[in-house]
């Protein structure tokens, strides 16, 4: 014990005794607590606390857009199709056309057959098939009682049938039962229609060499497409076509990209129905793709909940009907979503709205025919019934 000195045996709290020094051990009031916290950053106290949580918040609300500006980063983009050059006029005789593709002609055209998986797009439908008529044998529907995502809903195609009569003599038309499973993939229940439609397309008494059509309602091929392939002989056994891509209406056009939709020539035992790439041959400006091009609020709400991406809709006032107006006429994204690409440069490009075009050129012939009754899928006509 040093002499004249005072001892303890209790041990001092050396850290709070460097950070506050002899003052502090003097202010008796002065809590171990505060005297440790002064030795913190205020700044580091207001990231840890205050910083961290909004950038959670960001990640949660922006999340799906970060992940696709960055898809680059981890993502390549696919193989690139082979893209056979698609010649066409009206004064050119079948022969020559068949000729500038390399293919012969033959003596009389393949039989065309259409099949379609059905939801609720009656106008697209009747547009597709005025379309499609003078060069289809046969148009093959399968309805559903039941979404992809399991949701009831009413046999549309089956009520409005009156509709169709033209078409009436050559039709197959099915329905299947949903199965309605509670949270299962989307896409399981897709397949499963898909093969039923599969089944649908033998009852219809397709056979070898005869065209089929694969593709979802709003995928349009030209009329003139498809009777280039029916008279011309040696084409491709499979061959995607590349559409016009438009959303919401004729307006808003945003990129020729749209590939899914396909026509091949049949084989018994091999040809499958399917909406995925099945070849690297693409013929070049094939048709029109209308992305939810709906009349009425309603049914774009029945869509977002319906199809196979329902994952999008992540916040309930994505269906509020206010909401979905303003961003039809503005050629917005319904999900607020990025756009879908594989490098920075197409994705800067395409940021922010759609903008709009006055084209109404070159579109099918049934929606120039009948304006009135199509009008909201025309440019400056964006507003929509509520229904």
């Known amino acids: 014990m040093p002499e004249g000195g005072y001892y303890s045996s209790k041990k001092t709290d050396d850290i709070c005794e460097d950070i506050c020094g002899e003052n502090s051990r003097a202010a008796l009031s002065m ?24 950038l959670i918040f960001i990640i949660y609300v922006h999340g799906q857009k970060i992940s696709y500006f960055l898809r680059p980063l981890w993502e390549s983009p696919p193989k690139p199709f082979n893209t056979i050059p698609h010649y066409y006029h009206e004064n050119v005789s079948m022969e020559n056309l068949c000729k500038f593709h390399g293919w012969g002609v033959r003596e009389k055209p393949r039989r ?18 005025h379309e499609l008529s003078p060069y289809v044998s046969e148009f093959v529907l399968l309805e559903s009682n039941s979404t992809f995502t399991g949701l009831k809903k009413p046999l549309y195609f089956e009520k409005n049938r009156h509709r169709f009569k033209f078409a009436e003599s050559r039709l197959t038309y099915g329905t299947v039962g949903g199965r309605f499973v509670k949270g299962e993939n989307p896409f399981v229940e897709e397949s499963y229609q898909r093969v039923a439609l599969d089944q649908l397309i033998r009852i219809a008494r397709i056979t070898d060499d005869d065209l089929l059509i694969m593709s979802d309602v709003d995928e349009i091929p030209s009329g003139h497409t498809i009777n280039l392939l029916r008279w011309c002989d040696d084409i491709p056994e499979k061959l995607h076509l590349q559409l016009r891509n438009y959303l919401y ?26 909406h995925f790439r099945q070849t690297d041959d693409l013929l070049a ?4 793709h209308c992305s939810f091009c709906f009349r009425h609020i309603s049914e774009f709400i029945f869509k977002m909940k319906a199809y196979s991406h329902v994952d999008r809709v992540r916040f309930p006032y994505y269906l509020n009907p206010s909401r979905i107006q303003d961003v039809i006429c503005r050629g917005a ?8 690409e594989y490098t920075f ?10 903008p709009s075009s006055y084209s109404a050129v070159n ?8 304006v009135d ?15």
């Open 363 to 370: 579109l099918p012939g049934h929606l120039l025919r009948n």
């Open 31 to 54: 809590s171990r607590l505060r005297c440790a916290l002064r030795g913190f950053d205020l700044k580091a106290l207001l990231l840890l606390f205050v910083g961290v949580p909004i």
């Open 249 to 274: 209406s004729f307006e808003f056009y945003l990129d020729d990209k749209s590939w899914r939709a396909s026509v091949h020539r049949y084989r018994a035992g091999k040809t499958r129905y399917a």
């Open 373 to 387: 009754q199509y009008r909201y899928l025309l440019p400056g006509n964006c507003k929509r019934e509520s229904g």
């Open 333 to 340: 994204d319904l999900f607020d979503m990025l756009p879908e």
């Open 112 to 129: 065309v057959f259409d099949a379609v998986l059905f939801s609720n797009e009656l106008d697209i439908l009747e547009i597709r098939w």
């Open 285 to 288: 400006d094939s048709g029109w």
């Open 345 to 354: 440069q197409e994705i800067i490009a395409k940021l922010g709205p759609i």
